[in-house]
């Protein structure tokens, strides 16, 4: 069924009976000539370009709980492409490209908002840093702006630009940058991917893979054997443990990343803003509520909730630099597990193991790359090859000193 004005319309008048599930919920094959492990936002636009993109049909994505459940439901809904280094600044202005045309591509209201991201800028020395950084955006196709802090004031009065620690002197947009409803972003492409055929099984745990003489045959999952001839894996924050299954020990590590949502206001916040002097992030969600997050709970952890002291930590962040949030009422709070690499910067790659492929260490950054990842990692399972835009995002970068150390903060997962 199309989605359309009219189709809305068409059901109003006839009481609603007409509209069907979104997706279908088959039993699964015995075999599958592609298995995607994951129904989070990567797995599912991976089905989706496989069967849109590549012609592939027979493809199952096997989801351990419900779809939406991970953290594409979870995410502080940020999109952009303000990256610095030639391994991701093509990448991520690919997946920004295929945000401006997803709504019509795949046929479903994502509420995708170009309201614009505004990294501010408190020292002359962060000046210099985020002019070459819009600089490179620039040369990369992507759209950069450096702001004045009177630029700024017009935008964001409410700010506190005399901060006697962190003042305002600036800021760097990207106009093309800012949200996207995450859970509609999974219901977008698990629906477009069933209609062209892809099986997507919800409660179906992938507990083991079935390899022989280095080649993966399969899947076992809590609901039997699944033969696939391609296995891929996108299970985000489990990347470890389910790859661990396998026989690999990767270079991620998975920490808790909590976000917040306060009571809603009238529009405040026009765009995204991050706090350039402390880890601190925001914008407001069209209901009104302030949407907001910062760092890392600091510790390994597979649990989806996070602790106080790191609440603590995000409301100064928020209030040096917004000191009217302190008078707002913060209504929910909730975490998902992140796979941290140990340079920041994803991984899209096969295994050495015949017909087993790998996409992970998303970190803080995944659901902006969510159309990108799915894209690439479709290309690599159905051609072998990896897509121009993500030739940097191997395993061996580390073995050969090839970091994408995109904030130059070292091997150390929770920095980056
Ligand atoms: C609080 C928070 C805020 C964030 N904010 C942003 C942001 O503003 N912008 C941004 O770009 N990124 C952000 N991120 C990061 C982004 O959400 C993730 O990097 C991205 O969503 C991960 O990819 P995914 O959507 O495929 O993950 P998920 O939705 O987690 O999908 C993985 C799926 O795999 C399933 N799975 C795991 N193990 C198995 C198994 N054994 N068998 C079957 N299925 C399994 C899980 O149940 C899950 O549904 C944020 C993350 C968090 C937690």
Same mark, same amino acid.
């Given at each position: 069924?199309?989605?359309s004005g009219?189709r809305?319309?068409? @059901?109003? &008048?006839t !009481?609603?009976?007409?509209?069907?599930?979104?997706?279908?919920?088959?039993?699964?094959?015995p075999?599958?000539?592609?298995?995607?492990?994951g !129904?989070?936002?990567?797995?599912?636009?991976?089905?989706y370009?496989?069967a849109?993109?590549f012609?592939?049909? +027979?493809?199952?994505?096997?989801e351990? !709980?419900?779809?939406?459940?991970?953290?594409?439901?979870?995410?502080?809904t940020? $999109?952009?492409?303000?990256?610095?280094?030639d391994?991701?600044?093509?990448f991520?202005e690919?997946?920004?490209?295929?945000w401006?045309?997803?709504?019509?591509?795949f046929n479903?209201n994502?509420?995708?908002?170009?309201?614009? $991201?505004?990294?501010?800028? /408190?020292?002359d020395?962060?000046?210099?840093?985020? =002019?070459?950084?819009?600089?490179?955006?620039?040369? +990369?196709?992507?759209?950069a702006?450096?702001?004045?802090a009177?630029q700024?004031r017009?935008?964001?009065p409410f700010?506190?630009?005399?901060?006697?620690?962190?003042?305002?002197k600036?800021g760097l947009?990207?106009?093309r940058?800012?949200?996207?409803?995450?859970d509609?972003v999974?219901?977008?492409y698990?629906?477009?991917?069933?209609?062209?055929? %892809?099986d997507i $099984?919800?409660n179906c745990?992938?507990?083991?893979?079935?390899?022989?003489?280095g080649?993966?045959?399969?899947?076992e =999952?809590?609901?039997?054997?699944?033969?696939?001839g391609?296995v891929g894996?996108?299970?985000a924050?489990n990347?470890?443990?389910?790859?661990?299954?396998?026989?690999?020990r990767?270079?991620?590590?998975?920490? %808790?990343?909590?976000?917040?949502?306060?009571?809603g206001?009238?529009?405040?916040l026009?765009?995204?803003?991050t706090?350039?002097?402390?880890h601190?992030?925001?914008s407001?969600?069209?209901?009104?509520?302030l %949407?907001?997050?910062?760092? &890392?709970?600091?510790y390994?952890s597979y649990a @989806?909730?996070?602790n106080l002291?790191?609440v603590?930590?995000?409301a100064?962040?928020?209030?040096?630099?917004?000191?009217?949030?302190?008078r707002?009422?913060?209504?929910?709070m909730?975490?998902?597990i992140?796979?941290?690499?140990?340079?920041?910067?994803?991984i899209?790659?096969?295994? /050495?193991i015949?017909?087993?492929?790998?996409? !992970?260490?998303?970190c803080?950054?995944?659901?902006?790359a969510?159309?990108?990842s799915?894209?690439?990692?479709?290309?690599?399972?159905?051609t072998?090859?990896?897509?121009p835009?993500?030739?940097a995002?191997?395993?061996?970068?580390?073995k050969r000193g090839?970091?994408?150390?995109?904030?130059?903060?070292?091997?150390?997962p929770?920095?980056h």
């Amino acid at each position: 069924m199309r989605y359309s004005g009219f189709r809305v319309l068409q @059901q109003a &008048l006839t !009481g609603h009976k007409g509209w069907q599930p979104a997706w279908r919920d088959p039993a699964p094959k015995p075999r599958y000539d592609i298995v995607i492990i994951g !129904g989070g936002g990567h797995g599912l636009a991976t089905a989706y370009y496989l069967a849109r993109q590549f012609g592939q049909a +027979n493809i199952a994505v096997l989801e351990k !709980g419900w779809i939406g459940g991970g953290n594409v439901g979870r995410n502080t809904t940020i $999109i952009r492409s303000n990256y610095m280094l030639d391994g991701n600044e093509p990448f991520y202005e690919f997946s920004l490209k295929l945000w401006e045309g997803l709504e019509q591509d795949f046929n479903y209201n994502a509420m995708v908002s170009q309201r614009g $991201i505004l990294n501010l800028i /408190h020292s002359d020395a962060q000046r210099d840093a985020f =002019t070459r950084r819009g600089n490179a955006m620039i040369l +990369n196709g992507a759209d950069a702006e450096l702001l004045t802090a009177e630029q700024v004031r017009r935008e964001y009065p409410f700010l506190n630009f005399d901060n006697a620690r962190f003042p305002i002197k600036g800021g760097l947009a990207q106009r093309r940058g800012g949200t996207v409803r995450h859970d509609a972003v999974a219901w977008g492409y698990a629906r477009g991917a069933d209609s062209r055929g %892809v099986d997507i $099984i919800q409660n179906c745990e992938v507990t083991g893979f079935r390899i022989e003489n280095g080649t993966c045959l399969g899947v076992e =999952t809590s609901r039997g054997f699944i033969g696939a001839g391609k296995v891929g894996v996108a299970v985000a924050g489990n990347s470890s443990r389910m790859m661990a299954k396998a026989g690999m020990r990767l270079p991620i590590e998975s920490h %808790v990343l909590q976000a917040f949502v306060t009571e809603g206001l009238k529009p405040v916040l026009p765009g995204v803003i991050t706090f350039g002097a402390g880890h601190f992030y925001c914008s407001q969600s069209d209901k009104g509520g302030l %949407v907001f997050g910062g760092d &890392l709970d600091g510790y390994n952890s597979y649990a @989806q909730r996070g602790n106080l002291p790191v609440v603590e930590d995000v409301a100064e962040g928020g209030m040096a630099l917004f000191p009217g949030l302190g008078r707002v009422r913060l209504l929910r709070m909730w975490g998902g597990i992140m796979d941290m690499s140990m340079d920041g910067s994803p991984i899209i790659d096969r295994t /050495h193991i015949d017909g087993l492929y790998f996409n !992970g260490g998303w970190c803080y950054g995944g659901f902006k790359a969510t159309p990108a990842s799915g894209w690439c990692f479709a290309h690599l399972l159905a051609t072998d090859t990896p897509h121009p835009t993500a030739t940097a995002y191997r395993f061996d970068r580390f073995k050969r000193g090839r970091m994408i150390d995109e904030k130059g903060m070292g091997a150390q997962p929770n920095l980056h």
